[in-house]
């Protein structure tokens, strides 16, 4: 829980860095067969959707999920 808080604080803040660690995270859970209903990945791109990353949120969303 901490970790998302700081994660969320880094996003939110604009750190580039962290977006990108964001989205491949995502794609990590993606790689290893996760659904896109999986409440990690509807966090990550809500997170992402919700701080103005809303292009990166969509490309993720159209990834190849089970």
């Known amino acids: 829980m901490k970790v998302q808080s ?3 604080v880094m996003v939110a803040s604009g750190n580039s860095q962290m977006v990108n660690e ?3 995270e995502v794609y990590n ?3 290893c067969g996760t659904e ?3 409440a990690a ?3 990550d791109i809500w997170l992402l959707e919700s701080n103005g ?3 990166k949120a ?3 969303r159209e990834l190849d999920w089970r």
Do not use: W
Request: glycine share 4%; hydrophobic share 50%; charged share 30%.
């Open 6 to 8: 700081i994660v969320a």
């Open 22 to 24: 964001v989205a491949d």
């Open 29 to 31: 859970l993606n790689d």
């Open 36 to 38: 896109l209903d999986d």
């Open 41 to 43: 990945v509807q966090f």
């Open 53 to 55: 990353y809303g292009e």
């Open 58 to 60: 969509q490309e993720l």
